[in-house]
């Protein structure tokens, strides 16, 4: 037996003519847009040239590609997996979807203990797994062959990151670089939207100004904002400033545990639960309630685009560890290396030791442990460890809420092109973004009046304060939820408020992510 199972609704539209199945859009070298189609006869006459492996290393975008062949199912999505793609493989049978419930439906299911204690660790299930071991991911990085004639699968690579960090190369020849990678990779966005209305999530940070400016730059002017949270927020102001700087409507939703109480009594959110975890991440709730209210309210343009800012800081170096920062003449080890990726990707407030060797394991089967003794090489592993598994289910994933309301959406500092431009830049550059706010704030920024003053990672006084009111969400969500009212996760919750970055990351690294998944579970997993 083999099967494609697509869902076709207004949550994911899909292109089908002949053995063809397409969704998302693409742009070629020549910067032409090509979607439904359109895309299709692009595939058709590329496959023509080239497999499906050499073609997609041509393409930007997001998309998912699905072909059905007489003998064949090929399938691949893009460089960071933006839309996910699921196949059933036992006793030669081989099922493709893009929506993991339906084979639920159709095989039963069992859940993988061992990759629930990762969800509940990290958020995420790690490598290609989900929660139901039948069933499993189709990389980002790879094209899926299933040959129905043999009743075999195979993997082709697609898309190798390899280290070519360049550490030649002067801060000015950066800047150039990374001036002419943002002018190519904004005039592509800009030639993808047709002119349809953009809406962006606006933080306090650098990386959705970035998108704000660049696009008033580019003249864009047809551009809604909006921030949410607790009204005393600093990033509340910032947003509604730097809007107003630019000439941009901008929009408030305030949260409060009433909000929640509202959205999470309303049997939507259980939909929206079930769409967005796909029994392999926990959901993304932050925006849920904002987009929420804006679409009830009839404030978001009709047959807009969303256009987050994921997530330029991070490829420019925010996330590289504490202890590397400090330790840059630390004697390199493998255990070293895996140390501080668990202190910093996992948590292991429910688990035992044996939970942490297995999650030891697991990371070398993935062969993401460096190679050589080179603190370059280090730094790299440790940001495509980020890239691969974080970003790309977790961080990424949030854009199921656009999805989920009908929006259409683009994530263009994932660009490949900005994957490849950062990937290479040495971690001198990289270290406390060093090159990216000095880029930001001298050339883009400051002519908008909009600079932002660059902090060490040590200088956090600004950063606790957002953290504790990222906690009053988590509070006013569980609260809400109405299942830990009294238990211990709440009272630290509310002690957070006045403790320090070393009290919530110990909160949300051991207690949100099993009290996420145990709502999941119950909203979800327990229904199916």
């Not at 496959?47 to 007489?70: P, Q, V, Y």
């Not at 933006?82 to 095989?107: A, E, M, P």
């Not at 993997?155 to 000015?172: G, H, M, S, V």
Request: overall charge neutral; charged content about 25%; glycine content about 4%.
């Amino acid at each position: 037996m083999s099967e494609i199972i697509i869902k076709t609704s207004s949550i994911r539209n899909w292109s089908h003519k002949d053995d063809i199945y397409c969704t998302g859009y693409v742009m070629d070298y020549h910067n032409h847009y090509y979607q439904g189609e359109e895309f299709i006869s692009l595939i058709r006459n590329g496959l023509r040239k080239n497999s499906l492996k050499f073609f997609l290393k041509d393409l930007r975008g997001n998309f998912a590609i699905i072909l059905e062949r007489e003998d064949e199912i090929i399938a691949a999505t893009d460089q960071i997996g933006s839309i996910h793609l699921f196949y059933y493989y036992k006793n030669n049978d081989f099922i493709l979807t893009d929506d993991i419930h339906s084979i639920h439906n159709l095989t039963g299911y069992i859940i993988n203990t061992e990759r629930l204690k990762e969800l509940r660790t990290a958020g995420y299930v790690l490598g290609k797994e989900t929660l139901n071991p039948s069933i499993s991911r189709v990389n980002s990085d790879e094209v899926i062959h299933f040959k129905k004639s043999e009743g075999k699968v195979f993997f082709d690579k697609i898309y190798e990151l390899a280290n070519l960090i360049n550490t030649q190369r002067t801060e000015e020849d950066l800047y150039q670089d990374f001036h002419h990678v943002t002018e190519v990779v904004f005039n592509r966005l800009i030639k993808s939207l047709n002119n349809k209305p953009v809406v962006i999530p606006l933080s306090g940070g650098y990386d959705s100004r970035f998108i704000a400016c660049k696009l008033k730059e580019l003249g864009v002017d047809n551009v809604m904002c909006f921030t949410y949270g607790h009204a005393d927020y600093p990033e509340v102001a910032e947003s509604r400033k730097v809007a107003h700087a630019l000439g941009f409507k901008w929009e408030y939703v305030e949260y409060s545990r009433e909000l929640w109480e509202n959205v999470l009594h309303d049997p939507i959110t259980a939909d929206y639960f079930k769409f967005a975890g796909q029994c392999f991440t926990l959901p993304h709730i932050q925006d849920f309630p904002a987009v929420s209210v804006l679409r009830e309210k009839g404030l978001l343009p009709d047959n807009c685009i969303f256009i987050p800012g994921h997530t330029g800081d991070l490829l420019a170096g925010k996330r590289i560890p504490v202890e590397m920062i400090e330790n840059e003449t630390h004697s390199l080890n493998h255990r070293f290396f895996i140390r501080t990726l668990l202190r910093q990707h996992f948590n292991f407030g429910y688990t035992r030791k044996i939970v942490r060797k297995k999650l030891i394991n697991t990371i070398e089967e993935l062969q993401y442990l460096p190679d050589a003794n080179d603190f370059e090489e280090y730094v790299y592993r440790f940001g495509y460890w980020d890239y691969k598994e974080r970003q790309n289910k977790y961080i990424v994933n949030s854009l199921r809420v656009y999805d989920f309301f009908g929006y259409d959406w683009r994530i263009p500092l994932w660009d490949q092109d900005f994957i490849s431009f950062w990937f290479a830049v040495s971690y001198k550059y990289r270290k406390n973004r060093s090159l990216y706010e000095s880029y930001l704030n001298t050339e883009l920024f400051k002519r908008y009046g909009l600079e932002k003053s660059s902090k060490t990672y040590k200088e956090i006084n600004h950063t606790q304060y957002m953290l504790r009111s990222y906690a009053r969400i988590v509070k006013d969500f569980f609260s809400a939820a109405g299942f830990i009212k009294r238990t211990s996760l709440l009272k630290e919750l509310e002690s957070l408020l006045y403790d320090d970055l070393t009290g919530f990351k110990r909160i949300k690294y051991d207690n949100l992510f099993s009290a996420m998944t145990h709502y999941y579970f119950k909203k979800v997993i327990s229904k199916l």
